[in-house]
């Protein structure tokens, strides 16, 4: 007997998760985490629920977490959904809106999970080129497609496109617009407000970059109450788990810690963006706690790339033809940064 799979699933590459080394020692700046650790508070809220109260499954809705972020966002609590992690929401929005053959439209380059949730559906995806300066391309409307998501900023390129291109673009699109803001605190904007106001739109956040959470799994949706209704129907009834759930409240609740950190890390960014250039780097403005960059001199940075990790920096470099030559650095802390530099000068 042989098992078959559906054929778009059969013929579809997984996703592939950046590298988590199983060696210590390695300077990580590959997959976006924040350097810094989570508040305190969140330390105690764990420590706090570990025990007894495991028997029991978690609240299904995430109730103290969605009431917590409703309170931290301005919104109600019928307007507020929680994932495990933001690529939960992202897969439920997939599931609840992209049947066989129909198209999900988005900027590229972006996320390549979008294409994967996608291909899962039998769906396609709608890729429209970035511009070269990254504005947000003309013509996503035109695919009339019933999802359009725009990662803002984007990765990998870090870049960030004004809210107003935002606003526009929900006028224009025929279905949801899903503005992933997976980096937007370490950004000059916000679309929250559009979330509020525009009946076809979803904001996403994620605790995993800003609040340094990237090991606990939480993500936020924001949208009028009859997205977030159609969404909790296709979610998993425990999405969350216990120490997720306070580790998520926790953090909220201590707003503070958060903006200090990225306020650090911004900082960092600033001077890991002026000093590129002089280790044979041409850097894209970064609204987001990664930089791309690309090799001044031309060829691949794969050999780049080798010769970081050789050192224990450990980046991502990309292939392309769009991106060819590009490193993805991470904004570590300034010791890091300083680092990564310093091999880059002795690699050259
Ligand atoms: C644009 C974008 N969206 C979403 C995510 C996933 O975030 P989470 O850890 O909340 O699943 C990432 C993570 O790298 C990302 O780059």
Same mark, same amino acid.
């Given at each position: 007997?042989?098992?078959?799979?559906?054929?778009?699933?059969?013929?579809?590459?997984?996703?592939?998760?950046?590298?988590?080394?199983?060696?210590?020692?390695?300077?990580?700046?590959?997959?976006?985490?924040?350097?810094?650790?989570?508040?305190?508070?969140?330390?105690?809220?764990?420590?706090?629920?570990?025990?007894?109260?495991?028997?029991?499954?978690?609240?299904?809705?995430? $109730?103290?977490?969605?009431?917590?972020?409703?309170?931290?966002?301005?919104?109600?609590?019928?307007?507020?959904?929680?994932?495990?992690?933001?690529?939960?929401?992202?897969?439920?929005?997939?599931?609840?809106?992209?049947?066989?053959?129909?198209?999900?439209?988005?900027?590229?380059?972006?996320?390549?999970?979008?294409?994967?949730?996608?291909?899962?559906?039998?769906?396609?995806?709608?890729?429209?080129?970035?511009?070269?300066?990254?504005?947000?391309?003309?013509?996503?409307?035109?695919?009339?497609?019933?999802?359009?998501?725009?990662?803002?900023?984007?990765?990998?390129?870090?870049?960030?496109?004004?809210?107003?291109?935002?606003?526009?673009?929900?006028?224009?699109?025929?279905?949801?617009?899903?503005?992933?803001?997976?980096?937007?605190?370490?950004?000059?904007?916000?679309?929250?407000?559009?979330?509020?106001?525009?009946?076809?739109?979803?904001?996403?956040?994620?605790?995993?970059?800003?609040?340094?959470?990237?090991?606990?799994?939480?993500?936020?949706?924001?949208?009028?109450?009859?997205?977030?209704?159609?969404?909790?129907?296709?979610?998993?009834?425990?999405?969350?788990?216990?120490?997720?759930?306070?580790?998520?409240?926790?953090?909220?609740?201590?707003?503070?810690?958060?903006?200090?950190?990225?306020?650090?890390?911004?900082?960092?960014?600033?001077?890991?963006?002026?000093?590129?250039?002089?280790?044979?780097?041409?850097?894209?403005?970064?609204?987001?706690?990664?930089?791309?960059?690309?090799?001044?001199?031309?060829?691949?940075?794969?050999?780049?790339?080798?010769?970081?990790?050789?050192?224990?920096?450990?980046?991502?470099?990309?292939? $392309?033809?769009?991106?060819?030559?590009?490193?993805?650095?991470?904004?570590?802390?300034?010791?890091?940064?300083?680092?990564?530099?310093?091999?880059?000068?002795?690699?050259?």
């Amino acid at each position: 007997m042989t098992v078959v799979f559906r054929r778009n699933v059969s013929r579809m590459e997984g996703y592939v998760p950046g590298e988590q080394p199983r060696e210590s020692g390695f300077i990580k700046l590959n997959t976006n985490e924040n350097p810094y650790p989570p508040s305190p508070s969140v330390r105690t809220a764990i420590l706090r629920e570990l025990g007894e109260p495991l028997r029991l499954y978690p609240d299904p809705g995430s $109730t103290a977490l969605r009431r917590q972020a409703a309170l931290t966002y301005g919104f109600d609590l019928p307007w507020v959904i929680a994932g495990n992690g933001s690529d939960d929401l992202l897969a439920m929005i997939a599931r609840a809106f992209v049947g066989e053959g129909d198209r999900l439209a988005c900027p590229v380059p972006t996320y390549t999970l979008y294409d994967t949730l996608v291909r899962i559906q039998g769906g396609k995806l709608a890729g429209v080129p970035y511009p070269d300066d990254y504005s947000l391309p003309r013509g996503l409307a035109g695919k009339k497609a019933r999802v359009t998501v725009v990662a803002n900023p984007n990765s990998p390129s870090g870049t960030a496109v004004p809210v107003r291109a935002l606003e526009e673009l929900a006028d224009a699109v025929p279905g949801l617009l899903v503005v992933d803001e997976a980096y937007a605190d370490f950004a000059d904007e916000t679309a929250l407000a559009l979330a509020r106001e525009r009946r076809n739109v979803i904001v996403l956040r994620t605790l995993s970059k800003s609040f340094s959470l990237a090991g606990m799994r939480i993500g936020l949706g924001f949208a009028s109450p009859r997205i977030i209704e159609g969404l909790d129907k296709v979610r998993d009834s425990y999405n969350l788990n216990r120490l997720s759930i306070v580790a998520g409240v926790a953090a909220l609740a201590d707003i503070g810690w958060m903006e200090r950190n990225a306020a650090r890390i911004r900082k960092t960014r600033e001077a890991l963006a002026s000093a590129l250039p002089g280790v044979g780097f041409t850097p894209f403005p970064s609204q987001s706690n990664f930089i791309l960059a690309r090799r001044s001199r031309g060829g691949s940075a794969r050999p780049v790339y080798e010769a970081l990790k050789r050192r224990k920096i450990l980046v991502r470099y990309f292939d $392309t033809p769009r991106l060819a030559g590009c490193l993805r650095i991470t904004v570590g802390t300034d010791d890091e940064v300083g680092a990564l530099l310093g091999a880059l000068k002795a690699i050259r």
